[in-house]
């Protein structure tokens, strides 16, 4: 392997000069390299991306205990070789400390020189023993970091523990894997789910990566906000320690090998000093960026804005509400390094030392490590900007407290200048897009509602069924009513199958009146059904009837609305709502509010927003009654205001209402004022990624338990041409 630049001139000094530091000064003597610290394991034998692509291929064939196995290991073996190597780059750092001695002393600059250099020789041949003994044929560099950072193991590891019915640890392994990807919704569908397990509890959702010094600042701010100052100032101070710790680790890590960004190493033809410098400066860039990345939160896009000067203002007030003026005094001014000019806190300094008094006040100073830390960072940022200035290496200042005075003034002028056409381009961009935007609105919208009248009408799939209201006839689009989807006895068997299966709550976190404080709710999953039929608590012909009906929907959806690619359920639940006797006098709320199935109504703003607590993945629904024998509980479509109602449907037997699941249809139910309306809600997706994790589980369920005949399930067609039938997608 080719030697970096520096090292490689270094040796290539005359000898006259090497004879010069022979004269000059001692010669270096062997380094001791560093041995491991007691009770510091040992690297591991097989390398975190050796392991991780190991536990890959395990998910890949199915082998779940394997899985869990080489997962745990990656995350283990990647833990240990950083450990390690941060404390051999700190150990080594240690070791040469003395090695720099004498050389600002030393009047001729040749030798001064060379004794720094000798100084490099020395921490150089420490690091050597930092590195794994082999590189890894697994090894995929930052793409197998990258994985790790996104906390992908613990995705793998997720699926492998429910697979072995170990759910506490899959809904720690969920959790910490949505933590780092919040917009992950499949992951959020199953967090939802192990929320409903028995043997799941609240305190198994933890984070099994959460940074000790933000997990410590958090409770402190929290205990801050509960004016609780003395456990808010024992955990704001633990959070400190917690921080320089994981600061030291961060910096220690940024000591890696130059990154050539995009250079070919062979093409890099920068001198001695030069190569030092791009080096140097990509070092101490990566060590102020450790700002950003110890205030970082997982799955936020921000970090914390002047994180660690936060924990000061914190502290100081919480100490002067323990009536410890020392220490808030000690702290405002730990805090005014950063800020001299904050008003208020400059206020407060004021107040706490008249009550201390002057005497006992002015010999306070800031905490002696942050005055390092602060002078350390001024440094760093100077160098940095000044190479940014001359050298046109790229720096951005982590931090807001950063006095004007250490960046260059011709760099402060040119950003100055950036910063206003940075914001010119900006808002003309976004004017631009917002015109746009407004076009293709208008034009997507004439497309899709044409499109949606012209594509519906397929063929209903099955005898008997039939198409009562077509979305011309319920003044809408993608709409239909169908009846005659199943008989009479169908209905009263799933009715008495809900009756004995389902549980208060189920399907909406426990919740018994979960939409309406007038009714209560019981439902059952097409899973839970075939499981207590497992079981012989139910009838095992009811609960697989239930999963025949769901799938005789899914089949009537795609045929009538034509579409090219199939459904995938989203959920499926068979739920009864019943009137409570006593709540309903004077009663004016609906049995379920007004609502779009995929996206937040806004209904004062007449908008929809397509975005995450919604289902944004779900495209349409359906909605199965299986009675008609109660008092309300219409089901009606409006338009956006939520208010002009536009069609409306009364519930009987074996009639279903289909529609699209977007903002072109909000709907909702009237309150059942008495009597129970049961019903099978189905809510159906485009994208196979987002298709129900029970839904799988049922289909291996039924595939175990019955044998099943060829085209059981297949759609028998009907003779005649019908109408349009479509499905809704809501509990209703």
């Given at each position: 392997?080719?030697l970096?630049?520096?090292l490689?001139l270094l040796?290539?000094?005359?000898?006259l000069?090497?004879?010069?530091?022979?004269r000059?000064?001692?010669?270096p003597?062997l380094?001791q390299?560093?041995?491991?610290?007691?009770?510091?394991?040992?690297?591991p034998?097989?390398?975190?991306?050796?392991?991780f692509?190991?536990?890959?291929e395990?998910?890949s064939?199915g082998d779940?205990?394997?899985?869990?196995?080489q997962?745990?290991?990656?995350?283990?073996?990647?833990?240990?070789?950083?450990?390690?190597?941060?404390?051999?780059?700190l150990r080594?750092?240690n070791?040469t400390?003395?090695?720099a001695?004498?050389?600002?002393?030393?009047p001729?600059p040749v030798?001064r020189?060379?004794l720094?250099?000798?100084?490099?020789?020395r921490?150089?041949?420490?690091?050597?023993?930092?590195g794994?003994?082999a590189?890894?044929?697994y090894?995929?560099?930052?793409?197998?970091d990258r994985?790790?950072?996104r906390?992908?193991?613990?995705n793998?590891?997720?699926?492998?523990y429910?697979k072995?019915?170990?759910?506490?640890?899959?809904a720690?392994?969920?959790h910490?894997?949505?933590?780092?990807?919040p917009g992950?919704?499949?992951m959020?569908?199953?967090?939802?789910?192990?929320?409903a397990m028995?043997?799941?509890?609240?305190?198994d959702f933890?984070?099994l990566?959460?940074?000790?010094?933000?997990?410590?600042?958090?409770?402190?701010?929290?205990?801050?906000?509960d004016?609780?100052p003395?456990?808010?100032?024992?955990?704001?101070?633990?959070a400190?320690?917690e921080y320089?710790?994981?600061d030291?680790?961060?910096r220690?890590?940024c000591?890696?090998p130059?990154?050539?960004?995009?250079?070919?190493?062979l093409?890099?033809n920068?001198?001695?000093?030069?190569a030092?410098?791009?080096?140097?400066m990509?070092?101490l860039?990566?060590?102020?960026?450790?700002?950003?990345e110890?205030?970082?939160?997982?799955?936020?896009?921000?970090?914390?804005?002047?994180f660690?000067?936060?924990?000061?203002?914190?502290?100081?007030?919480?100490?002067?509400?323990?009536?410890n003026?020392?220490?808030?005094i000690?702290?405002?001014?730990?805090?005014?390094?950063?800020f001299p000019?904050d008003?208020?806190?400059n206020?407060?300094l004021a107040?706490?030392?008249?009550?201390?008094?002057?005497?006992?006040?002015?010999?306070i100073?800031?905490r002696?490590?942050?005055?390092v830390?602060?002078?350390r960072?001024?440094?760093e940022?100077?160098?940095?900007?000044f190479s940014y200035d001359v050298?046109?290496i790229?720096f951005v200042d982590?931090?807001?407290?950063?006095p004007?005075e250490?960046?260059?003034?011709?760099?402060?002028?040119?950003q100055k200048?950036e910063?206003?056409?940075a914001?010119?381009?900006?808002e003309?961009?976004?004017?631009?897009?917002?015109?746009?935007?407004t076009?293709?609105?208008e034009?997507?919208?004439?497309s899709?509602?044409?499109?949606?009248f012209?594509?519906?009408?397929?063929?209903?799939?099955?005898?008997?069924?039939?198409?009562?209201?077509n979305?011309?006839?319920?003044?809408?689009?993608?709409?239909?009513?169908?009846?005659?989807v199943?008989?009479?006895?169908?209905c009263?068997e799933?009715?008495?199958?809900?009756?004995?299966?389902?549980?208060?709550?189920?399907?909406y976190?426990g919740?018994t009146s979960?939409h309406?404080?007038s009714?209560?709710?019981?439902?059952?999953?097409?899973?839970?059904a075939l499981?207590l039929?497992q079981?012989g608590?139910v009838?095992?012909?009811?609960?697989?009837l239930?999963?025949?009906?769901?799938e005789?929907?899914?089949h009537?959806?795609?045929?009538?609305?034509?579409?090219?690619v199939?459904?995938?359920?989203?959920?499926s639940?068979l739920?009864?709502?019943?009137?409570?006797d006593?709540?309903?006098?004077g009663?004016?709320?609906?049995?379920?509010e007004v609502?779009v199935?995929?996206?937040?109504?806004n209904?004062?703003?007449?908008?929809c927003?397509k975005?995450?607590?919604?289902?944004?993945?779900r495209?349409?629904?359906?909605?199965?009654?299986?009675?008609?024998?109660?008092?309300?509980?219409?089901?009606?479509f409006?338009?956006?205001?939520a208010?002009?109602e536009t069609a409306?449907?009364?519930?009987?037997?074996?009639?279903?209402?289909?529609?699209?699941?977007?903002?072109?249809?909000?709907?909702?139910v009237?309150?059942?004022?008495k009597?129970?309306?049961?019903?099978?809600?189905?809510?159906?997706?485009?994208d196979p990624?987002?298709s129900?994790?029970?839904?799988?589980?049922?289909d291996?369920?039924?595939?175990?338990?019955?044998s099943?005949?060829?085209?059981?399930l297949?759609?028998?067609?009907?003779?005649?041409?019908?109408?349009a039938?479509?499905?809704?997608?809501?509990?209703?």
């Open positions: 392997m080719a970096p630049p520096p490689l040796l290539l000094l005359p000898p000069l090497m004879a010069l530091l022979a000059a000064a001692t010669p003597e380094v390299v560093p041995t491991l610290a007691p009770g510091e394991p040992p690297l034998a097989q390398s975190a991306d050796e392991l692509a190991a536990g890959a395990a998910y064939r779940w205990p394997a899985v869990v196995l997962m745990e290991r990656a995350l283990r073996a990647r833990a240990a070789v950083r450990s390690r190597l941060v404390r051999c780059r080594c750092a070791a400390a003395g090695s001695e004498g050389i600002e002393s030393q001729d030798l020189d060379l720094f250099f000798r100084m490099l020789l921490r150089a041949a420490c690091l050597r023993s930092c794994p003994a590189p890894s044929r090894r995929l560099g930052e793409e197998v994985e790790f950072a906390r992908s193991p613990y793998y590891l997720q699926v492998a429910f072995m019915n170990r759910p506490a640890q899959a720690a392994a969920a910490t894997f949505f933590v780092a990807n992950h919704q499949e959020r569908q199953n967090l939802e789910y192990y929320q028995v043997g799941v509890h609240e305190d933890t984070d990566e959460a940074k000790p010094h933000l997990r410590e600042f958090q409770l402190g701010v929290r205990f801050y906000t004016e609780q003395a456990a808010a100032i024992l955990h704001l101070e633990k400190l320690e320089f710790v994981a030291t680790e961060c220690a890590l000591e890696g130059y990154d050539y960004e995009g250079y070919n190493y093409e890099y920068a001198d001695l000093f030069q030092i410098t791009d080096h140097s990509q070092v860039s990566c060590k102020q960026g450790c700002v950003t110890l205030a970082s939160q997982p799955g936020l896009e921000k970090p914390l804005e002047d660690l000067p936060s924990h000061f203002n914190y502290l100081q007030f919480a100490y002067y509400n323990n009536g003026y020392e220490k808030a000690e702290c405002a001014k730990t805090y005014l390094l950063f000019h008003e208020v806190m206020q407060n107040y706490y030392t008249a009550v201390l008094g002057e005497n006992l006040a002015r010999p100073q800031p002696e490590e942050i005055q830390y602060h002078q960072s001024l440094m940022k100077e160098l940095l900007f050298f046109g790229p982590p931090d807001t407290w950063t004007e250490v960046i260059p003034k011709r760099l402060r002028e040119k200048v910063r206003e056409t914001a010119r381009i900006s003309e961009i976004g004017n631009l897009m917002k015109e746009i935007e076009l293709v609105e034009k997507a919208k004439e899709a509602d044409m499109s949606k012209i594509r519906e009408g397929g063929p209903l799939v099955y005898k008997g069924a039939s198409v009562t209201m979305s011309k006839a319920l003044n809408g689009s993608q709409r239909v009513v169908v009846d005659g199943l008989s009479a006895e169908e009263q799933l009715q008495r199958l809900t009756n004995a299966a389902a549980s208060a709550g189920d399907g976190r919740k979960p309406t404080p009714e209560t709710f019981y439902g059952v999953t097409v899973l839970k499981k039929g079981e608590k009838p095992l012909h009811s609960a697989y239930y999963y025949n009906v769901t005789k929907v899914r009537m959806m795609e045929s009538y609305f034509r579409l090219e199939p459904l995938h359920f989203s959920y639940h739920v009864c709502r019943t009137a409570i006593e709540k309903q006098e009663r004016t709320d609906n049995s379920h609502h199935d995929n996206c937040i109504l209904a004062e703003a007449l908008v927003v975005e995450p607590p919604a289902y944004t993945f495209d349409y629904s359906a909605i199965l009654y299986l009675n008609g024998d109660f008092e309300g509980g219409a089901f009606y409006t338009q956006l205001d208010k002009t409306q449907v009364q519930p009987q037997c074996g009639r279903a209402v289909g529609f699209s699941s977007g903002s072109e249809n909000p709907h909702g009237k309150a059942v004022t009597g129970q309306r049961c019903a099978i809600a189905l809510w159906f997706t485009l990624r987002h129900e994790r029970e839904r799988v589980q049922a291996d369920l039924v595939k175990m338990l019955f099943m005949e060829e085209g059981e297949e759609p028998e067609l009907e003779k005649e041409s019908p109408a039938m479509v499905v809704e997608k809501d509990e209703l």
